[in-house]
């Protein structure tokens, strides 16, 4: 089943929820830095970019559903336009061989 819409706006609010845990680790790695506490500003920092992972494949999700809809639509369009043209060749042909007779 392809992708939709709503799955494209399900990975967009993850990957923002993602953005937002990562921001606030690294502002927590940062004070934690800055206290001395190295050990603790180490596993906020690996948090935060464990988390930029999980937004950027969320993102990159989104990414991939909005590349497949335009590609779909792109296909309807080409399709609907080699109808147009069968169609309006049919009609050529038709009205060709009524001038001839």
Avoid: C, W
């Avoid at 606030?24 to 940062?30: G, I, K, M, P, V």
């Avoid at 596993?43 to 970019?49: C, G, L, N, P």
């Avoid at 609907?80 to 009524?98: I, N, P, V, Y």
Wanted: glycine share 2%; charged share 25%.
């Amino acid at each position: 089943m392809p992708a939709t819409k709503e799955q494209a706006v399900e990975h967009h609010e993850a990957a923002a929820a993602a953005f937002e845990h990562a921001a606030q680790a690294h502002l927590e790695a940062a004070k934690q830095m800055g206290s001395g506490n190295y050990e603790k500003a180490e596993r906020y920092a690996t948090s935060a970019v464990e988390h930029s992972e999980i937004g950027t494949r969320h993102a990159t999700e989104a990414a991939q559903i909005y590349t497949n809809i335009l590609d779909d639509k792109a296909q309807h369009a080409q399709e609907l336009e080699a109808e147009a043209a069968a169609s309006h060749a049919k009609h050529a042909a038709k009205h060709a061989a009524e001038d001839a007779s």
